[in-house]
Structure formats: structure tokens, C-alpha cells
């Protein structure tokens, strides 16, 4: 097998260290990630400066790996297109510092990824560990082995993705895997007020979680118990519930 793996973390990040070198143990793995943190940067593409790419040492890990100055998706799309000999047979992406649960995932640099590895005909995966004090990733890549050994038996359809979301507890605590839908993450209080030293207003983003999780079979409620959460997900949004309701009020003229 062939893994392309990436994140929004940076190139140097601990997770995509602990990713790669896991995923060494199934096949060969190609490292194609930002220079530097790139999170919350979304779907994001570069348009309108170049891209520069330099071949960079991981660690001590015999592993091909590369920076470049652009966002998650800029590497997937760069790795697929120009940097991997030959069409990855999976993208494994993370393993991000801190959760993509609910509709945070639409913000996430590293579920972007993976959905750019699917756009691009790639089975593709995300993982997160939630964020602690302590980031210990050992056991984030025991599961990105076992999920990359269940997806090898198995026909995941390009057009969908896994996003993986493990508790930050000890390997003994994990209760097990839950296959979850997304939950609703919103915040309050988005935005702080300062005043800088010239007496000039300005504004950072901070916010306040406040979780919405009506049903027990969230990833939100699965990774509070202590699961590990698998969501299935795609980037087609198109509302098929909503199309007829839209026919009907007129707007299907043909």
C-alpha cells in the first residue's frame, strides 16, 4: 500500500511524525505537508502566489518527505498531481493536535485535506487527537494501523472519508470504536475586544465551545464516553431533502 499522509500541524508537527512512522509498518508512505501551521485554513487553495516545495528530512525516519508553503489542500493536491510517483492508494491526514468534532470540520485544514484526497479519486482518512495537557500520540497511531489494515479488506468509495477522532486518555481507558454522525459545535462570545497601545481598537477570535449533541451516536457524545469516534463524510452538500420543497415553490423552470 502507498500512503500519502498530511495535516495542518506543520511538516515538523509530533503528530504527522507519529502518523508516518505507523504507517510505515503497512507500506510506503509519502509526506507532502505545510512549512508551518496551517490550521483552520479550511478548503483553502493558493491562486495568487507561487508554491515552493523543498524535499525535507523527518527525524530519523527513511521516510520521502516534503515541505511546502501552501495550505493542507495545496499538499494533497501537489502530492497527487506532481510529487508521488504514481497515485497514492490511500490519504491518511493528522494526526491533528487538538479534535475535528461536529461542524467544526468545516474550518479543519486537516479534514480538508482528506476531502481534496477524495476529490482526487484517493480513499481518504483524517484523524485527531483531542487536545490535553499532555499530547501523547502512540496510541492515535495504533488506530491509524488499524484503521489502515480494515480499509485494505474492505471497498471505501473514493467520494467518502473517515474522520477519526480518539480521546486523549490512556489506552486502557478507550472503551472502543463508535461509527457516529456529526454533532453541532457552535461558539459564544466569538470574538474578544482589545485596545492596542495606541488606543486603537482590534479583535481576536477566541470563542467559548458549546456543544448541541441530541443523540448518543454523535462523534461529540462518543468521544465524551471515551470512544473512538468514526464519521463518515463527503463533500457533496448538496440538500437532496430540500429539492422537491424547491420545485415546488417555483423555481424548477424548465
Not at 510506503?28 to 478548503?43: L, Q
Not at 494533497?76 to 490519504?91: A, H, Q, S
Not at 468521544?223 to 420545485?247: E, G, I
Request: glycine share 8%; net charge negative; proline share 3%.
Amino acid at each position: 500500500m502507498k500512503f500519502l499522509v498530511s495535516n495542518d500541524d506543520g511538516i515538523n508537527s509530533e503528530g504527522i511524525i507519529q502518523l508516518a512512522t505507523s504507517l510505515r509498518t503497512l507500506g510506503e508512505v509519502v509526506v507532502v505537508a505545510p512549512d508551518m501551521e496551517r490550521s483552520a485554513t479550511g478548503h483553502a487553495i493558493t491562486m495568487h502566489q507561487p508554491l515552493r516545495v523543498r524535499q525535507v528530512k523527518l527525524q530519523d525516519l527513511d521516510i520521502l518527505a516534503y515541505a511546502v508553503n501552501g495550505t493542507p489542500a495545496d499538499c494533497v493536491k501537489m502530492g497527487i498531481d506532481i510529487l508521488i510517483e504514481g497515485k497514492p492508494d490511500y490519504v491518511f491526514t493528522g494526526i491533528n493536535m487538538g479534535a475535528n468534532l461536529g461542524t467544526d470540520v468545516l474550518y479543519s485544514g486537516t479534514v480538508s485535506a482528506a476531502i481534496e484526497g477524495c476529490i482526487m479519486g484517493v480513499k481518504s482518512v483524517a484523524i485527531s487527537l483531542l487536545y490535553n495537557d499532555i499530547m501523547d500520540f502512540t496510541y492515535a497511531g495504533k488506530v491509524a494501523v488499524e484503521v489502515g489494515k480494515i480499509l485494505s479488506q474492505n471497498d471505501l468509495k473514493p467520494y467518502n472519508l473517515l474522520n477519526i477522532n480518539i480521546p486523549n486518555v490512556s489506552e486502557k481507558e478507550i472503551k472502543g470504536m463508535m461509527v457516529t454522525q456529526l454533532g453541532h459545535r457552535r461558539y459564544a462570545k466569538n470574538y474578544e475586544k482589545r485596545e492596542d497601545p495606541r488606543g486603537k481598537a482590534y479583535y481576536w477570535l477566541a470563542g467559548e465551545i458549546i456543544d448541541e449533541s441530541f443523540s448518543d451516536d454523535t462523534d461529540i457524545e462518543a468521544t465524551k464516553n471515551n470512544y473512538v469516534s468514526v464519521t463518515p463524510l463527503h463533500y457533496n452538500l448538496t440538500s437532496y431533502n430540500m429539492m422537491d420543497t424547491l420545485k415546488q415553490w417555483g423555481f424548477n423552470r424548465v
